[in-house]
């Protein structure tokens, strides 16, 4: 059985930082490209960041480049997105998801979906 566990949303006001956890069972995260997808209500959902098979490239949206770094922990099965310097703009569920291809920020072609997490950005 094959399952994406996110954790770590909650509540926090602008500026402020949370870490998201996705953990994965069923599968082995190195050997797949993992991605953070986040959907507000009302919106489409967005490609966040992303990290690469094998080397671990890592990739980001123009919107939060600089403020989020993506990282993986292979001995863990883990993939972390670590926020920092939080806008009201962030507030959306977070979804992780893994992919088998090169699949970037194109959440059409990843295999796997976690429940997503609520992140909720507000003073």
């Known amino acids: 059985q094959v399952q994406l566990v996110e954790s770590g949303g909650g509540l926090v006001q602008p500026g402020g930082s949370l870490t998201l956890s996705c953990e994965a069972s069923?599968?082995?995260?190195?050997?797949?490209?993992v991605g953070w997808f986040r959907q507000a209500p009302g919106k489409e959902r967005e490609g966040v960041s992303c990290i690469s098979r094998s080397y671990g490239r890592t990739y980001y949206a123009d919107s939060v480049k600089g403020r989020f770094t993506i990282s993986r922990d292979n001995a863990k099965n883990t993939v972390y997105l670590q926020m920092n310097s939080l806008k009201s703009e962030d507030t959306a569920v977070y979804y992780c998801?893994?992919?088998?291809?090169?699949?970037?920020?194109?959440?059409?072609?990843?295999?796997?979906w976690g429940q997503g997490t609520q992140v909720t950005v507000s003073s």
């Open positions: 069923g599968l082995t995260l190195d050997y797949r490209a």
């Open positions: 998801a893994a992919s088998d291809l090169s699949a970037f920020l194109d959440g059409r072609l990843y295999d796997y």
